[in-house]
């Protein structure tokens, strides 16, 4: 790890790269008076703000298909997203084999789309003070390069952070309450065209509704009373009162069960130090591009296409691969065979050593 180095110019930057040929190129959010002194003595001037969404911390189905672990103390296997603790002998430390599938990248982008809806919304950020970024490899950064949230601390940006998430999230704090009307108790709610997570209540209880309701532990009658419900009368008047047999505490965890959250990494977002992947460089878990896209185009951003940075044809032995794409062409599934590929698609499966080179 090559450390507190700065650069007066991208010139610089890009010899400096050329001759370290690292594995991968990060830099500070941070703003310090001499950045390359001891971290005691950088004198710390501010941070951009920064958002971290990551496939590796949202729970796709996809994950048992094409991830794997393995306990570094015991040697127990499993699929899907590695656990907290080994289920056999309780270790901590595992070893991860992921992948990233198109399905995964699908909702890292539809939860970034989600976060840049709620900056814009609730907090009215400026879209010329922020950037979105291709991790190159299973996620999205969004920074913030306003001057005015710079010097934010570290519990600022931890108290935003919350909100994004809805941590120690009430409903009762947002207007879902029982209000005594002529002796009886009335509910009361938001509406969906209240701002903040007033409507993003009734958006999820929306949502809920379209769902699959046999999930959510209800008496029969209530389960009957929701089915029964036309949900587009939400669009139309007050909603609460109509749902009959269903009391406040049950909506409460109703609506925290569907309310969408921000699913972002609070440590990134709460470092005032931290260390981002530079964007124009090579993610060394793929051979990705790591590269800034359009906020208004992230929907139709294909990071199988554009993020592609390798040219030419080359020879591997694959000793496992699901299947996977790269440009318009689907490649595998391979095990343990030889074959020539695309260089982009033989240095994914390098760069996951699903593969190695053939001379």
């Not at 291709?134 to 710079?150: I, K, M, N, Q, T």
């Not at 938001?190 to 903040?196: E, H, K, R, T, V």
Request: with cysteine; hydrophobic share 35%; aromatic share 10%.
């Amino acid at each position: 790890m090559v450390r507190h180095r700065s650069f007066k110019d991208p010139q610089t930057v890009l010899g400096a790269i050329r001759d370290l040929v690292p594995a991968h190129v990060y830099f500070s959010t941070a703003y310090y008076r001499d950045p390359t002194a001891p971290m005691e003595q950088k004198g710390w001037l501010g941070a951009d703000l920064v958002f971290d969404i990551d496939a590796d911390h949202l729970d796709t189905p996809c994950k048992p298909t094409h991830d794997s672990w393995k306990c570094k103390g015991c040697g127990t296997t499993g699929l899907g997203g590695s656990p907290k603790l080994c289920p056999k002998c309780k270790n901590d430390r595992m070893e991860a084999q992921t992948w990233l599938c198109e399905q995964c990248l699908q909702h890292a982008k539809e939860e970034t789309m989600k976060l840049l809806d709620m900056m814009h919304s609730d907090f009215a950020f400026d879209p010329k003070e922020m950037g979105v970024f291709f991790s190159g490899h299973r996620g999205f950064h969004v920074h913030v390069y306003s001057e005015g949230l710079r010097t934010m601390g570290e519990e600022e940006r931890r108290e935003l952070s919350d909100y994004m998430m809805a941590q120690g999230f009430d409903p009762e704090f947002h207007g879902l309450f029982e209000a005594p009307i002529d002796g009886v108790k009335i509910l009361e709610g938001p509406a969906i065209d209240q701002p903040g997570w007033r409507g993003r209540i009734v958006k999820g209880i929306y949502d809920m509704l379209g769902g699959n309701l046999e999930n959510l532990e209800l008496s029969p009658l209530q389960l009957k009373t929701l089915k029964d419900f036309d949900r587009e009368e939400i669009f139309r008047k007050p909603i609460w009162s109509l749902f009959k047999g269903i009391g406040v505490s049950t909506w409460k965890s109703l609506v925290t069960k569907s309310v969408e959250r921000a699913k972002i990494d609070t440590v990134v977002t709460t470092d005032v130090h931290r260390l981002i992947r530079f964007s124009g460089t090579l993610n060394a878990h793929t051979g990705l591009l790591a590269m800034r896209v359009p906020e208004e185009g992230i929907d139709e951003f294909d990071p199988f296409t554009q993020a592609v940075a390798f040219q030419g044809q080359m020879k591997v032995r694959v000793k496992e691969s699901p299947k996977f794409r790269i440009g318009e062409r689907s490649f595998g599934p391979y095990r343990d065979e030889m074959v020539e590929l695309p260089s982009a698609a033989a240095m994914l499966l390098l760069c996951k050593h699903r593969a190695e080179p053939v001379a």
